[in-house]
């Protein structure tokens, strides 16, 4: 089963614009991360954040976590054709230290 | 390449067969995982190695499927006596390990299977 749910299911956006794509999940969390997926490949880690951080910036990429609403954030400024992709979220949590516990993704298509 | 890899990148096998995947991690990563994926969804874990010791395995893990990191580097993923429902993408991940805590998993391109 899974743990996240993303929103929205599928974003359209111009280039230039920002894309921003929510997660939530449902238990207790040690940890975050986001992760990219292009059509039909292997996925990209993008970012990791701690339970006990709030925002963390990599790049075009800025993340928050809500801890208190179970839920975080994933913008990506300055929208390019290349991050057309799936963008997924991952929680890792309580005394399991390996599984990532995915959510259903958001469908992110920038066009030029 | 440095990357993790996965051998083959497609099979397709008959309802019934037995395949085996193989999976070569970052040089030096202690933990190995494996995820299934199908279309529209995101991917579901089966299973991780810490080393060649399995730590976790998945409820989706049926008997028909078996881990293997002898070594503590490659695995293999087999699947006994096929079923349509076990068409899918699989993924295998490693990770540096060597702390209690969770860190960043790189994933290999996968292997998709299709099972008729």
């Known amino acids: 089963s899974q743990q996240g749910e993303e929103d929205p299911q599928a974003l359209s956006i111009q280039e230039g614009e920002n894309a921003t794509m929510n997660c939530s999940y449902k238990?207790?969390?040690?940890?975050l991360q986001w992760y990219r997926q292009n059509s039909g490949r292997g996925l990209v880690h993008l970012i990791l954040?701690?339970?006990?951080?709030r925002e963390k910036h990599s790049g075009r990429l800025r993340v928050t976590l809500d801890t208190s609403k179970k839920s975080s954030s994933l913008l990506i400024t300055a929208s390019r054709a290349a991050d057309t992709a799936s963008y997924f979220c991952?929680?890792?949590?309580?005394?399991?230290?390996?599984?990532?516990?995915f959510g259903q993704g958001t469908i992110l298509t920038v066009h030029p | 390449d440095t990357g993790v890899s996965q051998d083959p990148r497609h099979k397709i096998t008959k309802r019934g067969q037995n395949v085996t995947f193989r999976c070569d991690p970052i040089?030096?990563?202690?933990?190995l995982y494996w995820y299934r994926q199908t279309l529209g969804q995101g991917p579901e874990f089966l299973t991780y190695?810490?080393?060649?010791?399995?730590?976790?395995k998945s409820r989706l893990l049926s008997d028909r499927f078996s881990a293997e990191r002898p070594k503590g580097s490659f695995s293999t993923l087999e699947i006994q006596r096929t079923e349509q429902g076990d068409s899918a993408m699989y993924l295998c991940?490693?990770?540096?390990?060597?702390?209690?805590?969770?860190?960043?998993?790189?994933f290999g391109p996968g292997t998709r299977l299709t099972v008729l």
């Open positions: 991940a490693s990770s540096p390990g060597g702390s209690r805590a969770t860190d960043t998993q790189y």
């Open positions: 991952a929680t890792s949590g309580g005394t399991s230290y390996g599984k990532l516990t």
């Open positions: 040089s030096e990563h202690n933990r």
């Open positions: 954040i701690r339970s006990n951080e």
């Open positions: 238990t207790s969390i040690n940890n």
């Open positions: 190695f810490q080393n060649e010791a399995q730590l976790e």
